[in-house]
């Protein structure tokens, strides 16, 4: 052995096998320490007269899982991933990859680059780097055409999904799925079988790629097209691939590298690797470090309409026992069929057994009308009708039977929390837990955090978001918390784009171009029109302020019982069996008719315009919200918006998109809007602050 012994990868040989050990916990990552110990074995494995084929083993729970993550962004320092899988290409010596665990990006690279690969039965592969705006620069686009041929290729890279150790000797990814009890016999048994049988060298960059037929690609690209929304990274991966189809390996390694670092000058890939960190980021909080949480294995469900069916359903599938209040037999036996119903869609959709389904309906779930069943619980999640008062008399109720050190937790979107725990004798016990709907699919979970709330109280919050696969974030009391809040106020200058001249149709058309699944009016037709309604009712109840800009076409809409898509028309109109909905003419008739009473000239609104005017006023109040401190940090606010509102990933999150195009810019179109608006557009002073000694909300987030 001629590796340093503070080297991750070490060498040895066995009789005519050398077998080459990785060791770099907890994943193995190709980090610089990596390749540099990988390029001296092989160039000891090249040179040796003894060893006639190498076996690559990594020690722990995973094969190369791919790079090291604390390198991304800095400039990769030699050996090259590329090089030096070329180079283990051409080795002629056959190389062996032991695949176990999960074998990612450049992991699977590597092994795509060996000349035989096995499997362990449980192992997973996959390419996921479109996710992070970029495509596999190492080969892979290259090499697993090669394997697998054209679709699975395009597949497996343009979606990153995982592939397992079966599905991948179908493609032909690897070449056998062993039996052996370990890596290291599995390997040196199928070292031994490749020797034996005289196979010798095999290179993937000398195979033929299978499985190009006519127009593939081009129906990959349109597909992708509308399913991607503008992100550059499935396309690049698409053209990757038909370089492998037309090229030699030499030339489509070279376009690959093209593509590669077109995708790392953009400012998607900055966005995406931004998204990738926080959302790993966002639980970690100081005040939470060796806080334990209370236990979460018997919740109580107060209401159980769509929120509290969706919350128990959560809950149920990760295996919490849930007790559901409703306020007689009818509404309990209703909501008894909603989560059957969201359970069987789960069985459906391959998440699920039946058999599970049926144990939990018959022995975890139990619909209730007696709220003295909630004595025992661990926690309770009120989730009834958005009313203040009914949720105060509900509190009452909690106090007085739930046992001592049980959460008390309430689904308000925007109601005063701190008012709620005063109703009761234990408010440190109280809080927030804001679940957006569909709530067993949405990722996003609000831990909102009242004035008197215990830390414990807080770290159980964040530890049934992880129960539940979801991403939780911190928020403070205020109307609306982060995400309605921003909401609020994005939709407010949207609004007031369309009583100055933009239509509603054109500001979703230019926001969905953007990246959203659908514009600010079409979520208002899915969510239901009267919601809005009763926002606008509640606000001018309590008095708007002086300045605000109030409007009532989409109130006379509603009056007309037009509440969007459950029925039939709202801004779009929808029929049955359609998908979509088309531009309802009255909505255009309606706010003609507003201007016109309002003395409004209309103006026409370039589609750069709408998007200024509306990420202006998604960051203005996002930085607002960090000054209060409701949320803690920009990427509070960014994970927030990514992972509850639809905000287009590879844009990062609202904050992060202000950074990239530059506070100073953003800051310049506030004050140039708030000439006509200065109550609506005042600039935040963080960003005045910020701008002002040449920082960014980055530098908040470290």
């Excluded at 499985?211 to 992100?231: A, M």
Aim: aromatic share 6%.
């Amino acid at each position: 052995m001629n590796t340093s012994p503070l080297s991750p990868v070490s060498y040895e040989t066995r009789d005519d096998i050398a077998l080459i050990r990785v060791n770099n916990p907890p994943v193995n990552a190709l980090s610089h320490a990596v390749r540099v110990g990988l390029a001296d074995a092989f160039d000891q494995f090249d040179k040796s007269a003894d060893a006639k084929i190498a076996v690559i083993l990594c020690e722990g729970r995973t094969f190369f899982a791919g790079a090291d993550i604390k390198e991304f962004g800095k400039p990769i320092a030699e050996p090259w991933l590329p090089e030096q899988f070329s180079r283990i290409e051409a080795l002629d010596k056959p190389v062996v990859s032991v695949l176990h665990g999960t074998a990612l990006g450049g992991g699977l690279e590597f092994a795509l680059a060996t000349h035989w690969r096995i499997a362990m039965p449980g192992a997973k592969v996959g390419l996921p780097e479109v996710h992070l705006g970029i495509l596999p620069g190492a080969g892979g686009t290259q090499r697993l055409p090669r394997l697998a041929g054209v679709e699975k290729a395009l597949d497996m890279i343009t979606s990153g999904r995982h592939v397992g150790a079966a599905e991948a000797l179908e493609a032909g990814i690897v070449d056998e799925i062993s039996d052996a009890a370990d890596i290291e016999t599995a390997g040196m048994d199928f070292a031994r079988k490749i020797l034996d049988q005289n196979k010798g060298v095999r290179r993937t960059g000398d195979l033929t790629v299978a499985g190009v037929s006519d127009g593939i690609f081009d129906e990959w690209r349109s597909k992708l097209s509308r399913k991607t929304r503008g992100q550059l990274s499935p396309l690049h991966c698409i053209e990757a691939v038909r370089a492998a189809s037309e090229l030699p390996i030499i030339e489509g390694l070279k376009r690959e590298g093209e593509l590669f670092k077109e995708l790392m000058a953009s400012s998607q890939r900055e966005g995406l690797i931004h998204a990738f960190f926080i959302e790993r980021q966002v639980g970690k909080l100081p005040e939470l470090a060796g806080v334990a949480p209370r236990p979460t294995d018997h919740i109580g469900i107060i209401g159980g309409g769509t929120m509290g069916a969706g919350i128990a359903t959560a809950c149920l599938l990760s295996g919490v026992s849930i007790t559901l209040v409703e306020r007689d037999e009818a509404a309990a036996d209703k909501a008894q069929d909603t989560i059957a119903g969201y359970l069987a869609a789960s069985v459906k959709r391959g998440k699920l057994t039946a058999e599970k389904r049926s144990a939990i309906l018959d022995g975890a779930l139990n619909c209730v009308t007696d709220y003295s069943a909630l004595s025992d619980v661990d926690m309770v999640i009120e989730a009834v009708f958005e009313n203040m008062e009914v949720k105060k008399e509900v509190f009452a109720k909690l106090d007085a039977l739930c046992k001592p050190g049980a959460v008390l937790a309430t689904n308000t979107s925007y109601l005063d929390i701190n008012e709620i725990a005063a109703v009761t004798s234990r408010p440190a016990d109280v809080i927030g837990l804001h679940f957006f709907s569909p709530a067993h699919v949405m990722k996003l979970l609000e831990v909102v955090v009242p004035d008197a709330t215990a830390p414990e109280v807080v770290a159980t919050g964040f530890a049934l978001a992880k129960r539940l696969r979801k991403i939780a974030v911190r928020a403070g009391v205020c109307d609306g918390f982060i995400g309605n809040r921003i909401l609020a106020k994005y939709r407010t200058a949207a609004d007031h784009m369309v009583l100055d001249g933009a239509s509603p149709f054109q500001i979703d058309k230019v926001l969905t171009a953007f990246g959203f699944a659908m514009g600010p009016y079409e979520v208002a037709d899915l969510a239901g029109l009267d919601i809005g309604w009763a926002t606008r009712k509640r606000k001018r109840a309590e008095g708007m302020h002086p300045s605000a800009r109030d409007f009532t076409y989409a109130d006379k809409l509603c009056e007309s019982g037009h509440f969007g898509q459950k029925t039939g028309a709202g801004y779009y109109v929808y029929e049955k069996g359609k998908r979509g909905g088309t531009p309802n003419p009255q909505v255009l008739e309606l706010i003609e008719a507003e201007r016109a009473e309002k003395g409004i000239t209309p103006r026409d609104f370039t589609d750069a315009e709408i998007i200024r005017r509306y990420m202006g006023a998604m960051v203005n109040e996002s930085a607002n919200i960090v000054a209060e401190g409701i949320a803690r940090r920009p990427l509070d606010v960014d994970m927030t918006l990514l992972a509850g509102y639809g905000f287009p990933r590879y844009h990062g999150g609202p904050m992060k998109y202000a950074d990239i195009q530059g506070l100073a810019s953003i800051l310049a179109d506030l004050e140039e809007f708030a000439q006509t608006d200065a109550w609506f557009w005042e600039p935040a002073q963080l960003i005045k602050d910020l701008v002002a000694r040449g920082d960014d909300f980055a530098s908040l987030n470290r």
